[in-house]
């Protein structure tokens, strides 16, 4: 039974301990999430389950007790699943597109992400004293590949099928064929997906993290599409060229230490004819429609990664990436677009439309 005082609500309590036990076991969850990932655990539970332990150990060449342990772990968690009257372990087929299939739902690329930020944690703590930034090029090089995983599969889902449809005509001048200028690409996910959908469009990257080029090239090599999109090192508010039909910010604006500067660079390289869309977190308009889980899912990974960088950049009030639909089109405004438009949406971002 719970002890309270006079003034505490056991069943208030109560449900407060019970949250408390769901986040705990999550947040151990996220190390074994990953080591499961990188073991390649899941995948051979998909691929040959249902398996006992030993069997699990046996077929990917790793330790009985520890796999063991793990099993159990993520069933109770409901990753896996178990039969007990044989002591084995298997995977139902949205586990598998959850946590074992590459181009699905990729899941262990978000437990990734925030296995490296919480490495960060001693840079963090320091900035919520000082009020100093901590750069996107500063955090643990993990953040940079969990990140590319944690948002490629939404924008594999979304981006063709439904996002760019949203825009009118924006389908058909992109497969006629125009520029494109992916700024913020990070890794390039957003960027190769344009590159190897529209053939005919011109797709060039800009990131200032020039590690992040550097994997986005090689990964691009790798894909066969060194051809179809280039990437170079460019802040965004300084990325060179002009008479872009199409340019793109996929969750990136909220993180820039200057977006009006950005947004007014953007407006001054489309064609008198472009549109810019603006792919940012979902969010409400106020804080109170934010306190959802995924709210608290973006306001946790802001105070680690977007608020850090953008103070990094001389941000003297950080948008955060729950800004949410006012903030964003207040910056477009401000730099000049006259046309500011919400058009698609997911539970996890929001797509705008601006034009000059």
Do not use: K
């Not at 069997?55 to 039969?83: F, P």
């Not at 320091?126 to 500063?138: H, K, N």
């Amino acid at each position: 039974m719970t002890t309270t005082s006079p003034r505490t609500s056991t069943q208030s309590l109560d449900d407060l301990l019970a949250q408390f036990v769901g986040d705990l076991g999550a947040t151990m969850a996220a190390g074994n999430v990953v080591i499961g990932d990188r073991l390649g655990l899941y995948r051979a539970l998909a691929d040959a389950g249902p398996l006992t332990s030993a069997d699990l150990a046996s077929y990917t060449g790793t330790s009985e007790r520890y796999v063991r342990e793990w099993l159990r772990g993520q069933a109770a968690g409901g990753a896996i699943s178990y039969r007990g009257h044989t002591d084995q372990y298997w995977m139902t087929p949205e586990q598998a597109l959850a946590f074992a299939d590459p181009d699905g739902l990729v899941l262990p690329g978000a437990f990734q992400l925030a296995v490296a930020c919480l490495a960060d944690l001693p840079a963090i703590t320091e900035a919520f004293r000082t009020g100093s930034g901590v750069a996107w090029g500063d955090h643990h090089p993990e953040v940079f590949t969990g990140c590319e995983r944690f948002f490629r599969p939404g924008y594999s889902t979304n981006l063709v099928s439904s996002w760019v449809p949203a825009i009118p005509g924006l389908t058909e001048r992109l497969t006629s064929g125009v520029a494109v200028a992916d700024i913020g690409c990070g890794l390039g996910a957003s960027t190769r997906i344009l590159a190897e959908t529209y053939p005919a469009s011109t797709v060039v990257g800009f990131d200032n993290h020039p590690e992040s080029i550097e994997l986005a090239r090689s990964m691009t090599a790798a894909a066969g599409l060194a051809d179809r999109c280039s990437f170079q090192v460019a802040r965004a508010q300084e990325f060179p060229g002009t008479g872009y039909g199409l340019v793109t910010s996929f969750d990136c604006l909220h993180d820039m230490g200057d977006p009006v500067a950005a947004a007014r660079r953007v407006r001054a390289a489309l064609a008198p004819d472009g549109v810019w869309m603006i792919v940012e977190p979902y969010a409400g308009a106020s804080v109170s429609e934010n306190l959802t889980p995924v709210g608290r899912v973006y306001y946790s990974f802001s105070s680690f990664l977007c608020v850090p960088h953008a103070v990094s950049e001389g941000a003297e009030d950080a948008l955060g990436n729950q800004a949410g639909e006012g903030a964003v089109s207040r910056v477009a405004e401000q730099a000049g677009f006259g046309h500011v438009e919400r058009v698609a949406e997911t539970p996890f971002n929001i797509v705008y439309e601006a034009r000059a």
